[in-house]
């Protein structure tokens, strides 16, 4: 079955750390560049996006709190993140870009950041 599945969410105090996970099946992981999104409200964001060259790309919000990874071999996407703040309060998607036109996406995993 092609498809991305997200773990790792949860409830956290502001200054804790989380990891999210997302594995990958059906589809060649290694070649495909991966993406972790968030949504709070109406608009989901892009949160940290990996190439499969390693190439990573972070939106400001979470610049030098939050690191994206990926390992190949075990089709497995991570997103650690540190000194969680109220904001970061989301559910975050994975996201595998199959193609040009076509994205696959995850069912997405909760994360609260509340004291």
């Known amino acids: 079955q092609v498809q991305v599945v997200e773990s790792g969410g949860g409830l956290v105090q502001p200054g804790g750390s989380l990891r999210l996970s997302c594995e990958g099946s059906?589809?060649?992981?290694?070649?495909?560049?991966m993406r972790w999104l968030r949504q709070a409200g109406e608009e989901r964001e892009l949160v940290a996006s990996i190439?499969?060259?390693?190439?990573?790309k972070y939106t400001e919000a979470v610049q030098g709190r939050f690191f994206v990874s990926r390992d190949n071999g075990k089709n497995m996407l991570y997103l650690q993140m540190n000194n969680l703040k109220q904001e970061d309060t989301a559910v975050y998607y994975c996201?595998?870009?199959?193609?040009?036109?076509?994205?696959?996406r995850g069912q997405g995993t909760q994360v609260i950041v509340a004291s």
């Open positions: 996201h595998a870009v199959l193609n040009s036109k076509v994205i696959l």
């Open positions: 059906g589809f060649i992981f290694s070649d495909k560049e």
């Open positions: 190439t499969a060259t390693g190439d990573i």
